[in-house]
């Protein structure tokens, strides 16, 4: 499956891909940060911080989007990961649909 980038703007479909990388990693940060708090292995300050740069980063995301135009680019780049990961999960879950599928 593609991941659908209009070719009439590669600019902002290249942006956009990259807002949305970075919106994974962000993501990816934000459940690493949970998971720590849970465990205990941070201090009150520590989530402070960690807390206050996550909120930076949304809001430092959400103003690029702003400014260039790419919230529907960055959304279209995310579903389509979004339904790769599923068909792979999927695929994980029931092994015959990859014989199936050959």
């Given amino acids: 499956m593609a991941l659908e980038i209009s070719e009439d703007n590669l600019k902002q479909g290249l942006l956009g891909l990259v807002i949305a990388l970075v ?8 459940l690493q940060a949970l998971s720590r708090m849970e465990d205990g292995s941070l201090n ?12 930076d980063l949304d809001r430092a995301i ?25 068909e792979v999960v999927d695929r994980i879950l029931d092994p015959r649909r990859w014989e199936e599928e050959q």
Avoid at 23 to 30: H, V
Avoid at 44 to 55: K, N, P, S, V
Avoid at 67 to 76: A, C, F, I, L, P
């Fill in 23 to 30: 919106e994974i990693i962000k993501d990816a940060l934000k």
């Fill in 62 to 86: 959400e103003d690029i989007k702003c400014e260039h135009g790419v919230s529907e680019s960055v959304k279209s780049v995310r579903d389509g990961l979004d339904r790769i990961v599923d």
């Fill in 44 to 55: 009150e300050t520590e989530i402070e911080r960690l807390g206050r740069a996550l909120l």
